[in-house]
Protein backbone atom coordinates (compact mmCIF):
# COMPACT_ATOMS: atom_id res chain seq x y z
CA UNK A 1 0.00 0.00 0.00
CA UNK A 2 1.31 3.81 -0.74
CA UNK A 3 -1.18 5.48 1.38
CA UNK A 4 0.37 8.69 2.83
CA UNK A 5 -1.99 11.24 5.37
CA UNK A 6 -1.49 14.76 6.36
CA UNK A 7 -2.51 16.80 9.09
CA UNK A 8 -1.55 19.17 11.55
CA UNK A 9 -2.72 22.66 8.59
CA UNK A 10 -4.75 25.74 10.22
CA UNK A 11 -5.17 29.04 10.44
CA UNK A 12 -2.35 31.05 12.34
CA UNK A 13 -1.31 35.21 12.06
CA UNK A 14 1.56 36.20 10.19
CA UNK A 15 4.63 35.20 11.96
CA UNK A 16 3.36 32.13 13.16
CA UNK A 17 4.54 28.82 13.13
CA UNK A 18 2.70 25.30 12.16
CA UNK A 19 4.32 21.74 11.95
CA UNK A 20 2.39 19.37 9.80
CA UNK A 21 3.16 15.88 9.72
CA UNK A 22 2.35 12.98 7.31
CA UNK A 23 1.88 9.45 8.39
CA UNK A 24 3.57 7.27 5.62
CA UNK A 25 2.42 3.34 4.70
CA UNK A 26 5.92 1.35 6.10
CA UNK A 27 6.30 -0.07 2.70
CA UNK A 28 6.45 3.36 0.75
CA UNK A 29 8.20 5.03 4.04
CA UNK A 30 11.32 2.73 3.44
CA UNK A 31 11.62 2.62 0.10
CA UNK A 32 10.85 6.54 -1.17
CA UNK A 33 11.63 9.88 -1.66
CA UNK A 34 9.03 11.90 0.25
CA UNK A 35 8.57 15.84 -0.14
CA UNK A 36 6.18 18.30 0.74
CA UNK A 37 4.62 20.52 -1.36
CA UNK A 38 1.62 23.15 -1.80
CA UNK A 39 -0.63 24.67 -4.28
CA UNK A 40 -2.58 28.03 -3.74
CA UNK A 41 -5.84 28.73 -5.32
CA UNK A 42 -5.51 29.79 -9.17
CA UNK A 43 -1.55 28.62 -9.00
CA UNK A 44 0.49 25.70 -10.47
CA UNK A 45 1.74 22.97 -7.30
CA UNK A 46 5.17 24.36 -5.74
CA UNK A 47 7.58 22.39 -4.66
CA UNK A 48 8.93 22.35 -0.79
CA UNK A 49 11.72 20.35 0.08
CA UNK A 50 12.25 16.81 0.07
CA UNK A 51 14.27 14.17 2.19
CA UNK A 52 15.61 10.84 0.90
CA UNK A 53 16.32 6.94 2.40
CA UNK A 54 19.49 8.26 3.89
CA UNK A 55 18.15 11.47 5.48
CA UNK A 56 19.59 14.13 3.36
CA UNK A 57 17.41 16.88 2.67
CA UNK A 58 16.95 19.36 -0.25
CA UNK A 59 14.77 22.85 0.05
CA UNK A 60 13.21 24.98 -2.79
CA UNK A 61 13.96 28.91 -2.83
CA UNK A 62 10.68 29.74 -1.36
CA UNK A 63 11.03 27.02 1.79
CA UNK A 64 15.09 28.16 2.88
CA UNK A 65 15.76 29.27 5.97
CA UNK A 66 12.52 29.51 7.09
CA UNK A 67 11.19 25.57 6.87
CA UNK A 68 12.62 22.37 7.70
CA UNK A 69 11.68 18.92 6.38
CA UNK A 70 12.23 16.12 8.81
CA UNK A 71 11.16 12.45 9.05
CA UNK A 72 10.69 9.81 12.57
CA UNK A 73 11.89 6.47 11.39
CA UNK A 74 10.21 5.02 14.45
CA UNK A 75 6.96 6.32 13.18
CA UNK A 76 6.83 6.12 9.21
CA UNK A 77 5.95 10.32 9.78
CA UNK A 78 7.43 13.27 7.62
CA UNK A 79 7.58 16.81 9.44
CA UNK A 80 7.05 20.01 7.79
CA UNK A 81 8.27 22.70 10.30
CA UNK A 82 7.39 26.20 9.06
CA UNK A 83 8.05 29.47 10.95
CA UNK A 84 7.80 33.00 10.24
CA UNK A 85 4.71 32.16 8.24
CA UNK A 86 3.33 34.67 5.83
CA UNK A 87 0.14 35.05 4.20
CA UNK A 88 1.57 34.38 1.09
CA UNK A 89 2.15 30.96 2.07
CA UNK A 90 -1.92 30.38 2.50
CA UNK A 91 -2.26 26.91 0.39
CA UNK A 92 -3.26 23.08 0.43
CA UNK A 93 0.03 21.43 1.47
CA UNK A 94 0.80 18.02 0.34
CA UNK A 95 3.35 15.25 1.07
CA UNK A 96 4.14 12.79 -1.62
CA UNK A 97 6.23 10.02 -2.43
CA UNK A 98 8.34 9.05 -4.88
CA UNK A 99 9.91 4.97 -5.08
CA UNK A 100 10.99 4.65 -8.44
CA UNK A 101 14.85 5.39 -7.73
CA UNK A 102 14.95 2.91 -4.50
CA UNK A 103 14.78 6.21 -1.89
CA UNK A 104 16.81 8.80 -3.66
CA UNK A 105 15.44 12.00 -4.57
CA UNK A 106 16.26 13.11 -7.95
CA UNK A 107 17.12 16.72 -9.56
CA UNK A 108 15.37 18.66 -10.19
CA UNK A 109 14.58 19.30 -6.61
CA UNK A 110 11.52 21.20 -7.79
CA UNK A 111 10.03 19.07 -9.50
CA UNK A 112 6.42 18.16 -8.67
CA UNK A 113 6.09 14.99 -10.63
CA UNK A 114 5.94 12.56 -7.66
CA UNK A 115 3.61 9.57 -8.23
CA UNK A 116 1.81 9.06 -5.10
CA UNK A 117 0.16 11.86 -3.09
CA UNK A 118 -1.66 12.20 0.08
CA UNK A 119 -5.22 14.38 0.51
CA UNK A 120 -3.79 17.74 1.59
CA UNK A 121 -3.89 19.76 4.24
CA UNK A 122 -4.92 23.31 4.30
CA UNK A 123 -2.96 26.19 5.74
CA UNK A 124 -4.02 29.24 5.84
CA UNK A 125 -2.17 32.77 7.33
CA UNK A 126 -3.88 35.80 8.18
CA UNK A 127 -2.24 39.24 8.26
Known amino acids: QVWLVESGGGSVQAGGSLRLSCEVA????????LGWFRQAPGSEREGLAM???????TYVNSAKGRFTISKDNAKNSLYLQMNSLEPEDTAMYYC?????????????????????WGQGTQVTVSS
Open 96 to 116: AADRRWEGNCRQPYDRTDFPD
Open 26 to 33: AYTYVSAC
Open 51 to 57: IGLDGRT
